[in-house]
């Protein structure tokens, strides 16, 4: 139950007060709460939990860590491992 | 996937590894808190994957593990009222109480519901007036925002038959617990990225600085968990102590902060038992006063109910790093994921189901 997962906000809408998305985690749809990242906008990845956004994920930290992690490892052909 | 696939390129994986390989020169004990991560790493294979100089013990980091048995007869006893439609996490069904579970509660007839968000809970209580409608709001501060707003969302709607039984724990106070044992053997942390993608991590850098070792927030994904090692690694090797991020796509220092204001309005700190390890000071969250219409301790006058563990279970051992799943007697005997024991043996992201099912 606790493992969070991204999906894309494929559409925001407002139900019963609260902020709702459609939410894409690869082909499957799921609803979401959306009332605790209020800026979060449509074609953005969000980590979701138990029904509810608790990050937006954010793209450019993303890329920079791959890319020091890709270094890491393209130092280590170089060596010959 | 997009930001599930390219964290699982073995390639990189294997390469991180390589690098942990490098750095480390001598034994290092470090904890996943997280079940979660417990989970992906048994699962993987990474403790097998990384030099023999680092060991992994596993922490308590399974909300379905520690839920205290006395919460679990409580809750079976609100499951069991005629009037009562009693909705749960679908992991807690089958975690045994003192005699029986959830499951076979409802196999007598109980209404227990498996719901995938509390507001479905909400929305069965609004359907059902004439019921009433019990929510098991169990957790870490992942579930946290989730459980509050489902109370804020029934006060919304001025519902009556809406209560959540409430079992909440967090993490720092489990830490302090494990760091403060006499018995402690772990150097570093890898924090769960997700309680801090709800908290932020402003509350480690005091536990950092009393007990003088590192911690890195950390993802799930095989390469979010070796690159969580690395820089683990990196601190210990270098003797460095501070809190390092290594899930920074999802977390920030400051967290979620209106998540964490709904949390504080409806949620205050309070004394909690962990199952198997025991009480831990102001270790959990309980409603406060002013939402005592919402707690379904209260509502069904279960507060007085007591338990007793199983002696052969060392499930609490497992919890605090001291022991590994094997070590147990009764493990794959006369405790298995179709008869467990304890806890940790019931929920997917207790150490004893993932040795058992990944390990035999
Ligand atoms: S194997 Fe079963 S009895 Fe042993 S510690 Fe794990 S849950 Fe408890």
Same mark, same amino acid.
């Given at each position: 139950m606790c493992l969070g997962v991204p999906g894309k906000i494929v559409e925001i809408y407002e139900r019963g007060g609260l902020k709702m998305a459609k939410v894409d985690f690869g082909g499957i749809f799921r609803e979401a709460c959306l009332d605790y990242v209020p800026d979060a906008k449509v074609g953005e990845y969000c980590i979701i939990h138990v029904g509810f956004a608790i990050s937006v994920v954010s793209e450019s930290e993303a890329m920079e860590t791959l890319d020091l992690l890709k270094q890491i490892s393209n130092i280590e052909e170089e060596l010959g491992g | 996937m997009k930001y599930v696939t390219e964290y699982r390129d073995a390639a990189l994986v294997k390469g991180v590894i390589e690098e942990i390989r490098r750095t480390v020169t001598r034994p290092w004990t470090m904890m996943e808190i997280c079940g979660g991560q417990t989970h992906a790493i048994v699962r993987h294979g990474i403790d097998q994957l990384l030099p023999p100089e680092i060991e992994l013990v596993h922490g308590p980091g399974c909300p379905v593990c520690v839920t205290p048995l006395e919460l679990i007869d409580k809750a079976l006893a609100i499951a069991s009222h005629p009037d009562v439609i009693f909705c749960s996490y679908g992991d807690m069904l089958r975690v045994p109480g003192s005699g029986h579970d959830l499951f076979s509660v409802k196999a007598q007839g109980g209404d227990v519901r498996v719901v995938y968000s509390p507001l479905d809970a909400v929305a069965l209580a609004q359907q059902n007036p004439d019921k009433q409608v019990v929510f098991f709001a169990i957790g870490f501060e992942t579930t946290a925002p989730a459980n509050v707003m489902s109370v804020l969302q029934a006060q919304r709607l001025g519902l009556k038959n809406f209560s959540i039984l409430v079992s909440h724990v967090r993490v720092p106070p489990a830490i302090q617990a494990i760091l403060s044992s006499p018995h402690n053997r772990v150097q570093g942390f890898l924090l769960a990225g997700h309680v801090c993608a709800v908290m !932020?991590?402003? $509350?480690y850098p005091p536990l950092v600085e009393k007990f003088n070792i590192p911690m890195v927030v950390t993802g799930f994904e095989p390469l979010d968990i070796v690159q969580g090692i690395l820089q683990a690694v990196q601190l210990l090797e270098a003797g460095e102590v501070e809190v390092a991020n290594a899930y920074s796509r999802a977390v920030t220092f400051e967290g979620l902060k209106p998540a964490q204001d709904a949390i504080n309005k409806v949620f205050m700190e309070c004394d909690r038992k962990w199952r198997g390890i025991g009480m831990i000071p102001m270790s959990g969250w309980d409603l406060r006063p002013e939402f005592d219409e919402f707690n379904a301790e209260k509502r069904f006058d279960v507060e007085s109910i007591q338990a007793e563990e199983s002696p052969l279970c060392i499930a609490g051992q497992i919890l605090q790093g001291? %022991? %590994? =799943?094997?070590? *147990?007697?009764?493990? !794959? %005997?006369? *405790?298995? =994921? $179709?008869?467990?024991? !304890?806890a940790t043996m019931v929920s997917s992201e207790g150490a004893c189901a993932a040795y058992y099912k990944y390990k035999g």
């Open positions: - | !932020g991590y402003w $509350e001291l %022991k %590994k =799943p094997h070590d *147990c007697s009764a493990f !794959g %005997k006369e *405790c298995t =994921p $179709e008869r467990p024991l !304890g």
